[in-house]
C-alpha cells in the first residue's frame, strides 16, 4: 500500500484546513495519512534554500503515492505559505504521485479557486490531478452532505493508496 501525504499552508498552526485535509486524506484512504506537513511548522527554511528539515518534508512528499494539498482561500487563491512550500519541489518532483487540491473559504465566491489556481501548480510539478479540486467553505468544512458525494466520485479515480 502506498504513502498517503497532507500538505497545509495555513499560517496558523492546526487549523481548520489542516482538520479538513486530514479528513479528506483518511477517508481517501481508509487509514491515516503517514506523511503531514504542516507547513507553517517548517519557518524560515522556507525562505532559502537548502533547509534540511524543509528537503525532508519535500522528499517524503514526492514519494507518496497520494498527496492532498490543502489552504485557506487568501486574496482569492492560496496561501503564500503553501507557495513557498511548492517552490521547493523540484521539477516533475511530484511526477507520480495523485494530488488533491483542498481550499476552504469562507463563502461560495471563490469556489472554483482550488481548480483554478492550485491544480495547475501541481500538475506542473508533475502531479495527476484526476478528480476535480475541493473548495469547502469553513463553516461546514465536514458537513457529510458536501464531503460524502465528492468523495464517492474521487475515490473511482483517485489511485489506492
Known amino acids: 500500500m502506498g504513502t498517503v501525504a497532507v500538505v497545509v499552508g495555513n499560517p496558523k498552526p492546526k487549523s481548520r484546513t489542516f482538520e479538513a485535509a486530514m479528513l479528506v486524506a483518511e477517508r481517501l484512504a481508509d487509514r491515516p495519512p503517514d506523511v503531514v506537513v504542516d507547513v507553517v511548522d517548517l519557518g524560515p527554511g522556507l525562505l532559502g534554500w537548502g533547509d534540511p528539515a524543509v528537503a525532508e518534508a519535500v522528499a517524503s512528499v514526492c514519494a507518496a503515492s497520494l498527496v492532498v494539498v490543502a489552504s485557506p482561500t487568501y486574496k482569492a487563491t492560496y496561501t503564500g505559505l503553501l507557495k513557498l512550500f511548492l517552490d521547493q519541489v523540484p521539477t516533475d518532483g511530484l511526477a507520480g504521485v495523485g494530488a488533491v487540491p483542498l481550499m476552504l473559504g469562507a463563502g461560495p465566491g471563490h469556489a472554483l479557486a482550488?481548480?483554478?489556481?492550485?491544480?495547475?501548480?501541481?500538475?506542473?510539478?508533475?502531479?495527476?490531478?484526476?478528480?476535480?479540486?475541493l473548495y469547502l467553505l469553513d463553516s461546514d468544512w465536514s458537513n457529510e452532505e458536501v464531503l460524502g458525494p465528492w468523495l464517492a466520485t474521487a475515490r473511482t479515480q483517485l489511485p489506492r493508496p
Request: aromatic share 0%; proline share 15%.
Open 114 to 133: 482550488p481548480e483554478l489556481l492550485l491544480k495547475p501548480v501541481l500538475v506542473e510539478l508533475g502531479a495527476t490531478c484526476p478528480t476535480r479540486a
